[in-house]
């Protein structure tokens, strides 16, 4: 059976830091940054859920989050501005 995955983009401010990854549990792993767990985003304070795609599969969503990483930063920021154009955390009242 396959699960469903995601890939997203966390930020710290508009047009800030930006940090992608992929999990399984989107609401699990948002706690997790929001606690501000050891690594990248705790040092630079990334708690905001900018970007969010769902996919069928972990091996999907792997593959979408090496093509967002091999993409430029503004590719990053298109992303963003495509589905949250005022920046917005959307895990704000976040329901999957």
Do not use: C
């Not at 040092?43 to 792997?62: D, P, Q, R, W």
């Amino acid at each position: 059976m396959q699960e469903k995955s995601y890939t997203y983009i966390l930020f710290n401010k508009p047009n800030g830091t930006l940090y992608t990854g992929v999990t399984t549990n989107l609401i699990r792993r948002m706690q997790e940054h929001k606690s501000l767990i050891k690594g990248f985003t705790k040092k630079y304070n990334i708690t905001k859920l900018g970007y969010f795609e769902e996919h069928t599969s972990v091996l999907e969503a792997i593959e979408r989050e090496k093509k967002i990483k091999g993409g430029s930063r503004q590719k990053k920021i298109d992303l963003i501005k495509s589905m949250n154009p005022e920046w917005k955390d959307l895990f704000d009242g976040f329901n999957l």
